[in-house]
């Protein structure tokens, strides 16, 4: 079987993954910041990094993986300025910073589960670490890795002499396109705060003492400060978006190896881009859905999900209702195929029970089904060469699009359909919504007014199925029910 191998932003290059204990795997991925609701894109990332979640899962790795929620000091630019995100949208709603903080942290974890994401071990509030914060500053400052400014606490860029790898970074450069009116109190261009005090007369809520004076976090401390307490170093793998490269993770390092004296991760890995109607996704170009928007266009988030899925995490995408439209689509052929398995292999009467693993069934249980559902739910699903074979493909750095195209070409047995949603969380089994006895019925009733020549009649019943999402498959031998919209799950 081919193991698992992953893109490291590190080496730029794609390498075997080699956990450090197969029985926690370490991950980290850089969370929300909890001040609007998040978009389309914000979720692109955490859909593929569910799969990779996911893909540890089928290589029985266990996964210990922590998600921060960034509920203070992410100002309006990542080079330490502009206004406090969570204070500008406080004002835009005029609510209290917590308020904002509470209330989208919620709607973000509500698009997250509809998204049917595996939850991790801990989200993680950076409010809840202000403690270890001030722990980690002091160590910078014990071993000389900080100064002092009037707005803040900065950490000393040449004093970490590898700064510059991990993004290749070319330090003169930057130096000589920096701004002139750049904060003239720091002694390197890429400095950055890990304190900021509150300047007098800031409108800042959130605050907190240190050394006598009021202030809080630098972003980029959060996450060195939760992955470190939380997991320890080195993590095996972080994760996050493309422009997290140059500023946010290239400052994670610094922090927690100086602060630390260990490697921060083992594989870092980072998700491209989406762009809409090949535009960036930007407030000015109304152009922020959010789930919910999709949900209103008649879309389920499992929908979009299956987009993003259609995609390789490292590629740029452009998204389009259209390409979502086909997306859809898939889903509804694709629960059709499974419908229809599903009816197949009922056909055998001992498998009759089957039916009854699916929840949303009106069906009467019989002793016997029981005992055969409790055989069916205790032994997991059998392993097939297909699945196997789509292990191998989706090992070889992630590679969603290609498990896809073997799903169109090769014929799935139940086994394998329970494996994909596994795989994919794309809730197949819970999309299946069983024709009631009065649907079963009416089927039985059509077919025989077919097999009378009553064809008036058949029409009539099909019509009358299709007012409940239910169309007929005739084959040669016999008839199966599918759907005509898959379900807004
Ligand atoms: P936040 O801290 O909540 O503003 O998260 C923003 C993060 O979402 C960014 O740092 C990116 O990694 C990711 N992101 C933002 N826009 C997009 C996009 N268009 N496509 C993919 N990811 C995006
Ligand atoms: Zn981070």
């Not at 988030?301 to 859809?328: C, M, V």
């Not at 016997?368 to 392993?383: F, H």
Request: proline share 3%; glycine share 4%; hydrophobic share 35%.
């Amino acid at each position: 079987m081919t193991k698992l191998h992953l893109f490291n932003t590190k080496t730029r290059q794609i390498e075997e993954f080699i956990p450090q204990n197969p029985a926690n795997v370490k991950i980290y991925t850089c969370g929300p910041t909890v001040y609007n609701f998040a978009h389309i894109g914000n979720f692109a990332s955490y859909i593929y990094w569910d799969l990779l979640v996911r893909t540890l899962k089928i290589n029985h790795l266990t996964p210990h993986r922590i998600i921060n929620i960034t509920d203070v000091g992410h100002l309006a630019s990542d080079a330490d300025d502009g206004e406090d995100k969570l204070e500008k949208g406080a004002k835009r709603e005029n609510k209290t910073v917590w308020e904002i903080a509470k209330f989208y942290e919620t709607a973000f974890i509500k698009d997250f589960n509809a998204l049917n994401l595996l939850p991790p071990t801990k989200f993680c509030r950076a409010t809840d670490y202000i403690r270890e914060d001030l722990e980690v500053i002091n160590t910078l400052i014990e071993r000389g890795y900080t100064y002092e400014t009037s707005d803040g606490i900065y950490f000393d860029t040449s004093k970490f002499a590898t700064y510059a790898d991990f993004a290749r970074l070319d330090l003169d450069n930057l130096r000589a396109g920096a701004r002139v009116d750049f904060n003239s109190e720091k002694r390197n261009v890429s400095d950055f705060a890990i304190w900021k005090f509150i300047k007098p007369g800031e409108d800042h809520a959130m605050q907190w003492d240190f050394q006598g004076k009021k202030g809080y976090p630098g972003w980029h401390l959060e996450c060195s400060t939760i992955s470190h307490f939380e997991l320890g170093e080195p993590l095996d793998i972080h994760a996050g978006g493309i422009d997290h490269i140059p500023i946010h993770h290239t400052n994670e390092i610094a922090q927690s190896e100086a602060a630390f004296g260990k490697t921060m991760a083992n594989y870092w890995l980072h998700a491209n881009f989406i762009t809409i109607d090949n535009q960036k996704i930007s407030k000015s170009l109304d152009n922020t859905y959010s789930i919910q928007d999709l949900r209103d266009r008649g879309f389920s988030p499992l929908d979009f999900k299956l987009w993003i899925l259609q995609g390789h995490y490292q590629s740029e995408r452009n998204f389009t209702f259209e390409g979502l439209a086909a997306a859809k689509n898939r889903r509804l052929h694709w629960l059709n195929r499974l419908a229809k398995t599903l009816q197949e292999t009922t056909h055998t009467e001992n498998q009759a029970a089957l039916l009854t693993q699916i929840q949303k069934t009106d069906y009467q249980t019989t002793e016997l089904q029981e005992a055969l559902l409790t055989q069916i739910q205790k032994s997991d699903y059998q392993t097939t060469d297909l699945q196997e074979k789509l292990t191998a493909i989706i090992n070889q750095n992630l590679n969603s699009a290609e498990v896809f195209a073997e799903i169109d070409q090769n014929e799935l047995a139940l086994d394998d359909w329970h494996f994909i949603d596994k795989l994919f969380g794309l809730r197949f089994f819970d999309s299946l919504i069983l024709p009631s006895n009065e649907i079963q019925t009416l089927i039985k009733e059509r077919t025989e007014a077919k097999q009378n020549k009553d064809y008036a009649k058949a029409d009539q019943i099909r019509e009358e199925l299709k007012s409940h999402n239910f169309s007929i498959l005739d084959t040669n031998q016999t008839s199966f029910w599918q759907y005509l919209e898959s379900p807004m799950i």
